[in-house]
């Protein structure tokens, strides 16, 4: 079994930062692409970033030049820098991974999510 957990959510003013974390642990054997993925109350869950295990990202137009998406691939960690947060980026935001597992299948697996409250 394969867990993420998502950490370092809050509320913050616009304009202000905060970075994300998210920590693979369980039956893992190589981690593919990871990707961080936010659902607003009565919206679908849409892709913020993410980044290959070789280190290439992408990004949401809505967040390109604000957020960056890193990786540690000896902890199995991923995070979200997100700064000049806007209040249209409130959201929960969840961590999202290919696992290939130490019985040799290959599934996506999700987070349980942590809330970003951007407000003044």
């Known amino acids: 079994q394969v867990q993420l957990v998502e950490s370092g959510g809050g509320l913050v003013q616009p304009g202000g930062s905060l970075r994300l974390s998210c920590e693979a642990s369980g039956s893992i054997f190589s981690i593919y692409t990871m990707g961080w993925y936010r659902q607003a109350p009565g919206k679908q869950r849409d892709l913020v970033a993410s980044?290959?295990?070789?280190?290439?990202?992408n990004y949401a137009d809505s967040v390109k030049g604000r957020f960056t998406i890193s990786r540690d691939n000896a902890k199995n960690m991923m995070y979200l820098q997100m700064n000049s947060l806007k209040p249209e980026d409130t959201a929960v935001y969840y961590c999202?991974?290919?696992?290939?597992?130490?019985?040799?299948?290959?599934?996506?697996?999700w987070g349980q999510g942590t809330q970003v409250t951007v407000s003044s």
């Open positions: 980044i290959s295990s070789g280190g290439s990202a």
């Open positions: 999202n991974a290919m696992v290939s597992t130490l019985r040799g299948a290959v599934n996506e697996y």
